[in-house]
């Protein structure tokens, strides 16, 4: 049997032999490529046309892909960057078709050319040109833009690509103003990031907040010299004459006060503006804050108005390289100003003081909301169920009980005084070179003399004071008082060294008996000349030879002359007031007519 099988299966070989022998296989043929029809095809994948590359090295990699075939055989295919050869290839698997990938390591910022050549080995040659950019991280939208971080998810500073060092534990809030993330104090930490190179003669530094006043006072911005030579030194530093801090701390009424230091190298500017720099924490709202520094001045502003402006001689950089962002530490720490639990977002700085119209510009393009005047104005209050000034966003503080007229020129109500009883705001912010206000007017005769609008210094040299105030060398005051039975309307303007009287006399007299009707007022202050206007007529100019000041002035009154300009018993009006504006400049006639005619 074994014989048997083993003579079966020699047989089953020489038959499969036999049959590969008389072709029951094909065999291989020499086949004839034919002729060159056509030249390679290329195709890249990526990059393709448009391409942006956006990453934080300033010189980085990329991957090109591409194919090339060919009808009959390829003879090399050259790769290309701005006409520069940076790779080569000549040996294929298959010689028709090649499917490549190179990586080139040296792309920097800019436009580019990619080129990709094929040629077959009869010379005829296919060029893919492809056009992309390797774009920086940021480009800078604003002049004078230095720094820039908006805290999405990442705290890198984008203008120079710098990372900062976390000290303690950073965090993100989860929401942001901008974009979907911000910034999160948190205690002991803070970031500390390198500035030396961006610091010149005049500084700007734009951002947004969520207030949180737990604790109550911290540091935001600090840029200053180490102190040394402070006995408790390192863990406790104040050194002044350099550099800025910019912090937070116990304001009126629960508020946030928000107060910036500025050394000048012998000594330091204080931008403090006082009750006008408040803010209530905790609103759940973002508060975008700004400040700048000039070789004359310093300026802070809240929501794009301007709440301090203090003269300086300028910023002195001495020994300043690094920002803490977030606190004081370790800088600025001996009064305890340190971490802020709040939210912070959008951080720019600049190398020049911005205008208050470069501040509006960048709230508006980072969705704030920027007041735009009716009439130009830079205040506004309606007296619709509130004291609030439409373009700061910030109310009047009420001086006794006070309660809306229920009725009003445009609206359901205006603002009335009641005896002992007005509203003062923080005036900082709308002491302008020029100035100009409008109001309308419902005159109420009793009593016979009051205050209207004033703003004015303390006048703490008076015997009485503070009960009994009458400095007026400075601010205006606007009022009206008995003239044989007409109520007769006036505007007293200090000037630094004195006052100038616009009095109308007879011209600018109201007669209660017929006055019943909204009428309309306003008065302008330029550096030269100050003028009464009463339903839409000049009443009287009087001229200002030595300019205006508004040395020592604080608040603004409404509705009343008290607290400092009360000597002469011009106190509550309990008139009407509606639409009040204030303007940064001397209206003229046809701007003054063109509110009276709006009514």
Known sequence: MRILKSFFLSFLLIFLIAGCKDSFLDEIKTVEPGEDLSAPEVTVSYPVNGTEIQVYETVTSIDIEFEASDDIELASINLEIDGTQIASFNEFTDYRRFVGEYTYSELQDGDHVLEVTATDINGKTTVQTINFSKIPPYVTKYDGEVFYMPFDNDNVELVGVTFPTEVGNMGFAGEGKVGGNSLSGATGSYLSIPVTDILEDEFSAVFWMKIDNDPNRAGILTIGPPDVNNANYPDAQNLRTSGIRFFRENGANGNQRFKLNVGTGSGETWVDGGAAADVAPNTGEWVHFAFTISNSEAIVYINGQPVRTSTTTGVDWTDCDILTIMSGAPRFSEWGHLSDLSYMDELRLFNKSLSQNEILTI??????????????????????????????????????????????????????????????FPSNGIEYDEFSASFWYKLDATPDRA?????????????????????????????????????????????????????????????????????????????????????????????????????????????????????????????????????????????????????
């Open 363 to 424: 709230i508006n393009d980072e969705g704030g909301t920027v007041y735009n005047g009716e009439f130009g104005e830079k205040f506004y209050m309606d007296f619709e169920g509130n004291y609030v000034d439409a373009a700061s966003g910030f109310a009047a503080t009420q001086v006794g009980t006070l309660t809306l007229a229920g009725e009003g020129l445009r609206g359901s109500n205006s603002f009335q005084a009641a005896t002992d009883a007005y509203a003062t």
């Open 451 to 599: 205050g209207i609008l004033t703003i004015g210094p303390p006048h703490t040299a008076n015997a009485n004071y503070p009960t009994t105030q009458n400095l007026r060398t400075s601010g205006f005051r606007f009022f009206r008082e008995n003239a044989g039975g007409m109520q007769r309307f006036k505007l007293n303007v200090g000037t630094g060294a004195g006052e100038v009287w616009v009095d109308g006399g007879a011209a600018a007299d109201v007669d209660p008996a017929t006055a019943t009707d909204w009428i309309h007022m306003a008065f302008t202050i330029s550096g030269s000349v100050a003028r009464v206007y009463i339903d839409g007529v000049m009443v009287k100019e009087s001229d200002l030879p030595a300019g205006f000041s508004w040395a020592d002035c604080d608040i603004m009154s409404i509705g009343s002359g008290a607290p400092r300009f009360n000597e002469w018993g011009h106190l509550s009006d309990l008139s009407l007031i509606d639409e009040l504006r204030i303007f940064d400049k001397a209206l003229t006639q046809s701007e003054v007519d063109a509110i009276k005619t709006a009514r």
